[in-house]
């Protein structure tokens, strides 16, 4: 649970703004919300929670810019986006800094944030050879019949705190390449590297209108679901949110596409290569705190790859926990003190109801950073189905291991799982990574990867209960999700052409 926006204070701190028909403009709302320093608590900024009229203006703002933007030629759309990636590179220093200080993954993994979404301005820049429709001489005699593929209108992107900067470039860089205007409602807790962001594209070229931001919390989303000149909705983040998200937009007629919580399985066999195997499951565990919705969260260790836990937990002992800004650090801390306290108490429902605490990360010391929201590597064994901390995403440093006798096994308990964002099998038999890529019934599987995020060539394919609507975003699918395929057949009469008479039957000819 976040905390409820507080009555605005005048104060020195920095206001995140609202970006309306190209101006960045102070919201004149009285609910506004700290952006906190989670290492230290510090407040860095002070965010607003839009009003209904602030909405409706940049939902005006993004409507009357699509009159222009939907005609603005291909070539013209994908020229911005290659001055994008260049600007975003270049700033790569700056905008891991402020996503570091307002999220508190570490520096590395925060420019790994801002590559990740640059891989997508990149593709977007491609658009020219990816909105192409389909071509089909002589359907009938002297018929053609075509496709074009024709921007929505107004959509619009609600994101989670964990990806402040790969998800929002998830969303406007396709939306806008294809013709689309945008309105952008980032995670109000950590709106700030969004922002930066924001303005480069501004910086690229992106016109007045076309790209639009407002800030807020649930009201706010509930805005875009209801509003009537938003065609299309992009949601990623809980699924508690996301389920809501998409009944209340599919309800008042949009598109909508919702990428959703998980619980990741990594299944190892016991002929895998045992150190590459715990290092990456570490990473997967552990990095960004677990605050990843693609993090091996759960090991499932089959057969004889059991007695490997003495050796995994050795190595989670010696990971380095710190504020993101520290070199050599490993984990970070948590997004915020109510995340704190929700791990905690996720990992105390572990121990009461019968789970072996291997590892127990709770209240570690980090010198220089006492009122940080941190917890470290907890490693749990003997977990069960049923326990809360197999069933709920614990979202926080915590790995569950269970055991399994054979492959079989453990494919039948990640099936049973109901989420399907990820999973990944380690093993060195092409026999068994075939099975399992085969029978296991999850959108993202990784061989010998940890996190197997598909790269922008490709969609992001979560299934099952991770995921709401047919189409992912980025790669090839979210071209069909921001774009209505009309098909147009063609005739052209020729003066010499000899009258066929009235044709009376559906067939053309
Ligand atoms: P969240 O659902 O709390 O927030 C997501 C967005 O919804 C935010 O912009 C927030 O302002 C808004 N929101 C929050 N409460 C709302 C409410 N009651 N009504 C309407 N809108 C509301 O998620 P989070 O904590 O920011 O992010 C973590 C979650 O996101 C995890 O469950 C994680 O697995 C998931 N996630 C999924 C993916 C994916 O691709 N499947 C990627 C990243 C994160």
């Given at each position: 649970?976040?905390?409820?926006?507080?009555?605005?204070?005048?104060s020195?701190?920095?206001?995140?703004?609202l970006?309306?028909?190209?101006e960045?403009?102070?919201?004149r709302t009285?609910?506004?919300?700290?952006?906190?320093n989670?290492?230290?608590?510090e407040?860095?900024?002070?965010?607003?929670f839009?009003?209904?009229?602030?909405l409706?203006?940049?939902?005006?703002?993004?409507?009357?810019a699509?009159k222009?933007w939907?005609?603005?030629?291909?070539g013209?759309?994908?020229?911005i986006f290659?001055?994008y990636?260049q600007?975003?590179?270049?700033?790569?220093?700056?905008?891991?800094a402020?996503?570091?200080?307002?999220?508190?993954?570490t520096l590395?993994?925060?420019?790994g944030?801002?590559?990740?979404?640059?891989?997508?301005?990149?593709?977007?820049?491609?658009?020219?050879?990816?909105q192409m429709?389909?071509?089909?001489?002589?359907?009938?005699?002297?018929?053609?019949?075509?496709?074009?593929?024709?921007?929505?209108?107004?959509?619009?992107?609600?994101?989670p705190?964990?990806?402040?900067?790969?998800?929002?470039?998830?969303m406007?860089?396709m939306?806008?390449?294809t013709?689309?205007?945008?309105?952008?409602?980032?995670?109000?807790?950590?709106?700030?590297?969004?922002?930066?962001?924001?303005?480069?594209a501004l910086?690229a070229?992106i016109?007045?209108?076309?790209?639009?931001v407002?800030h807020?919390g649930?009201?706010?989303?509930?805005?875009?679901c209801?509003?009537?000149?938003?065609?299309?909705?992009?949601?990623?983040?809980?699924t508690?949110?996301?389920?809501h998200?998409y009944?209340?937009?599919?309800l008042?007629?949009?598109?909508?596409q919702?990428?959703m919580?998980a619980?990741n399985?990594?299944?190892?066999?016991?002929?895998?290569?045992?150190?590459?195997?715990l290092?990456?499951l570490?990473?997967?565990?552990?990095?960004?705190?677990?605050?990843?919705?693609?993090?091996?969260s759960?090991a499932?260790?089959?057969?004889?790859?059991?007695?490997?836990?003495p050796?995994?937990?050795?190595?989670?002992?010696?990971?380095?926990i710190?504020?993101?800004?520290e070199?050599?650090?490993?984990?970070?801390?948590?997004i915020?003190?109510?995340?704190?306290?929700?791990?905690?108490g996720?990992i105390?429902?572990?121990i009461?109801?019968?789970?072996?605490l291997?590892?127990?990360?709770?209240?570690?010391?980090?010198?220089?950073y006492e009122?940080?929201?941190f917890?470290?590597?907890?490693?749990?064994?003997g977990v069960?189905?049923?326990?809360?901390?197999?069933?709920?995403e614990?979202?926080?440093?915590?790995?569950v291991?269970?055991?399994?006798d054979n492959?079989d096994?453990a494919?039948?308990?990640?099936?049973?799982?109901?989420?399907?964002?990820?999973t990944?099998?380690?093993?060195?038999?092409?026999?068994?990574?075939?099975?399992?890529?085969?029978d296991?019934d999850?959108?993202q599987?990784?061989?010998?990867?940890?996190?197997p995020?598909?790269v922008?060539?490709?969609s992001?394919?979560?299934?099952?209960?991770s995921k709401?609507?047919?189409l992912?975003?980025?790669?090839?699918?979210v071209?069909?999700?921001?774009?209505?395929?009309?098909?147009?057949?063609q005739?052209?009469?020729?003066?010499?052409?000899l009258?066929?008479g009235?044709?009376?039957?559906?067939?053309l000819?």
């Amino acid at each position: 649970m976040n905390p409820a926006p507080q009555r605005a204070a005048a104060s020195a701190i920095p206001t995140v703004k609202l970006l309306i028909g190209g101006e960045f403009v102070e919201s004149r709302t009285t609910q506004w919300r700290d952006v906190v320093n989670p290492a230290t608590q510090e407040v860095l900024a002070r965010v607003p929670f839009a009003t209904p009229q602030e909405l409706d203006a940049a939902v005006g703002a993004a409507r009357e810019a699509f009159k222009t933007w939907r005609k603005t030629p291909i070539g013209v759309r994908a020229r911005i986006f290659l001055k994008y990636q260049q600007l975003i590179r270049e700033h790569m220093k700056e905008l891991a800094a402020i996503l570091t200080a307002e999220q508190g993954k570490t520096l590395a993994d925060a420019e790994g944030d801002v590559f990740r979404g640059l891989e997508v301005v990149e593709h977007a820049a491609n658009i020219g050879t990816l909105q192409m429709g389909e071509l089909a001489s002589n359907v009938a005699t002297g018929v053609d019949t075509f496709t074009l593929l024709q921007p929505l209108g107004v959509c619009a992107g609600i994101t989670p705190f964990n990806f402040p900067a790969m998800i929002p470039l998830w969303m406007f860089p396709m939306a806008i390449a294809t013709g689309n205007t945008f309105v952008l409602k980032p995670s109000e807790q950590d709106p700030m590297v969004t922002m930066r962001l924001v303005e480069l594209a501004l910086q690229a070229g992106i016109p007045k209108g076309v790209l639009n931001v407002v800030h807020g919390g649930e009201e706010v989303v509930n805005g875009i679901c209801d509003h009537p000149d938003i065609k299309a909705v992009s949601f990623v983040g809980s699924t508690r949110v996301g389920t809501h998200v998409y009944q209340r937009a599919t309800l008042a007629g949009k598109r909508a596409q919702c990428m959703m919580g998980a619980k990741n399985h990594a299944v190892v066999m016991p002929d895998a290569n045992k150190e590459q195997t715990l290092n990456n499951l570490l990473g997967a565990a552990f990095g960004a705190a677990g605050q990843r919705c693609m993090a091996a969260s759960t090991a499932v260790l089959v057969g004889a790859a059991r007695a490997w836990i003495p050796d995994l937990v050795a190595k989670a002992r010696a990971l380095k926990i710190n504020a993101g800004t520290e070199a050599g650090t490993d984990v970070g801390p948590l997004i915020s003190c109510a995340a704190h306290e929700r791990v905690n108490g996720l990992i105390e429902r572990g121990i009461a109801e019968g789970a072996k605490l291997e590892l127990d990360g709770r209240k570690p010391q980090v010198a220089g950073y006492e009122k940080g929201n941190f917890v470290g590597p907890t490693i749990f064994s003997g977990v069960k189905p049923g326990m809360a901390i197999y069933e709920q995403e614990i979202f926080g440093p915590v790995l569950v291991i269970l055991a399994a006798d054979n492959l079989d096994a453990a494919i039948e308990l990640v099936n049973r799982n109901p989420n399907g964002n990820g999973t990944a099998l380690f093993t060195q038999s092409g026999a068994a990574a075939r099975r399992f890529q085969e029978d296991i019934d999850v959108g993202q599987v990784g061989i010998n990867v940890p996190i197997p995020v598909p790269v922008p060539l490709f969609s992001f394919t979560g299934s099952r209960a991770s995921k709401l609507g047919d189409l992912g975003p980025y790669g090839k699918q979210v071209i069909l999700f921001y774009t209505q395929t009309k098909t147009v057949t063609q005739r052209w009469f020729d003066d010499s052409t000899l009258n066929a008479g009235v044709n009376t039957t559906i067939n053309l000819r």
